[in-house]
């Protein structure tokens, strides 16, 4: 079956502009995740989200960031006025909701964001 | 929050025995560990997961610490394909906390 797919996979914008990123995860993954890398370092968790709610927004860097999830499936990650240090690799993933943490995530193949 | 700490790089001869390490000495009693794999330009892949026990499937065995303060992953056989960062990660009710890596580098 399809796995994740993520969209656009390269984006480049302007400071300040506004920019959306979507996710389309899994066929029946209730689970969705959004995770930033910037070049050359480690995966930063932004926000999870179980069906349409999001338990846990504190990854988020700042108010300039939000995400949200319609219909239990595809998600949008919104980045207001974009600043040079957003560039980054913007990854998402799914999985199968499991107790706790023993859930295997799928990801995408992310969406490279160059802000000029 | 809960972090991990990993070598930088390893380097490993094709066909030999890889043991990664990771300590995770503030994990919490309900963090499950998870180990990912990243190939240049990819989105990670799952490799293997465990919460006390030890795990084995057909990518590679998880070892954890009878503390579980520190986990090793071990490749069995390693080959040029699995050249790639593997991170050591702990999840909890779908927060993961991804350490910095270690690259593992094969050579013929």
């Known amino acids: 079956g399809a796995g994740v797919s993520q969209s656009p996979s390269n984006k480049v914008t302007e400071k300040g502009k506004d920019v959306e990123l979507r996710c389309d995860p899994i066929?029946?993954?209730?689970?969705l995740y959004w995770y930033r890398q910037s070049l050359g370092q480690g995966l930063e968790f932004l926000i999870y989200?179980?069906?349409?709610?999001?338990?846990?927004k504190s990854g988020l860097p700042s108010d300039r960031f939000s995400a949200e999830r319609t219909g239990g499936s595809v998600s949008t990650l919104t980045i207001q006025r974009t600043q040079q240090e957003d560039s980054a690799v913007y990854l998402c993933?799914?999985?199968?909701?499991?107790?706790?943490?023993?859930?295997?995530?799928?990801f995408g193949p992310g969406t490279r964001l160059t802000v000029l | 929050d809960a972090k991990t700490t990993q070598p930088n790089s390893m380097e490993s001869n094709e066909e030999e025995p890889v043991h990664l390490p990771c300590n995770h000495s503030t994990i919490s009693g309900t963090d499950y560990i998870h180990w990912y794999r990243q190939l240049p330009s990819q989105g990670p892949e799952y490799v293997i997961h465990g919460l006390t026990s030890n795990v084995n499937n057909r990518m590679a065995s998880l070892a954890i610490a009878e503390d579980r303060k520190s986990s090793t992953l071990i490749l069995h056989r390693a080959t040029l394909r699995d050249a790639a960062v593997y991170y050591c990660?702990?999840?909890?009710?779908?927060?993961?906390?991804f350490g910095d890596g270690t690259t593992l580098t094969v050579k013929p």
């Open positions: 989200f179980q069906g349409n709610s999001a338990p846990d």
């Open positions: 990660i702990l999840s909890n009710a779908g927060k993961s906390t």
């Open positions: 066929s029946g993954h209730t689970a």
């Open positions: 993933a799914s999985s199968l909701a499991l107790p706790g943490g023993g859930n295997e995530q799928f």
